[in-house]
């Protein structure tokens, strides 16, 4: 008699952990995944993460090393987006007083 082969079903060694205060604004848990099992799961949790959001912390042997987030669709206007980032100093309205010496040799007719 010939049996069919039956994998053998490995349980998942992802940990969902509480989230902290900075964590509080995504919308899903938090959880932790081993870096082997995110190899090999790698694109399902990219799109799990896309659709659900929340987050996965990538360990190895247990020590976090990475992150994989939500992308923020949040982008910044483009009117204003420099405000502050410039800083006037002096007069820039009043004429300077000293000649340019770009005009030197120029005697304004063509």
């Known amino acids: 008699m010939v049996t069919k082969y039956q ?34 799961r790698c694109l399902a949790l990219m799109d799990e993460v896309q659709r659900s959001g929340g987050e996965y912390v990538i360990t190895k042997r247990g020590v976090p090393v990475a992150r994989l987030l939500p992308a923020s669709a949040e982008r910044r206007p483009l009117l204003g987006s420099l405000t502050g980032t410039v800083a006037t100093v002096g007069d820039i309205v009043s004429p300077l007083d000293d000649p340019w010496s770009a005009l030197e040799g120029w005697d304004g007719e063509d």
Do not use: M, N
Request: glycine share 6%; aromatic share 6%.
């Open 7 to 40: 994998p053998i079903k490995r349980l998942s060694k992802v940990r969902e952990t509480r989230a902290t205060f900075a964590q509080s604004k995504l919308a899903g848990p938090s959880r932790e995944i081993p870096a082997g099992e995110f190899k090999a």
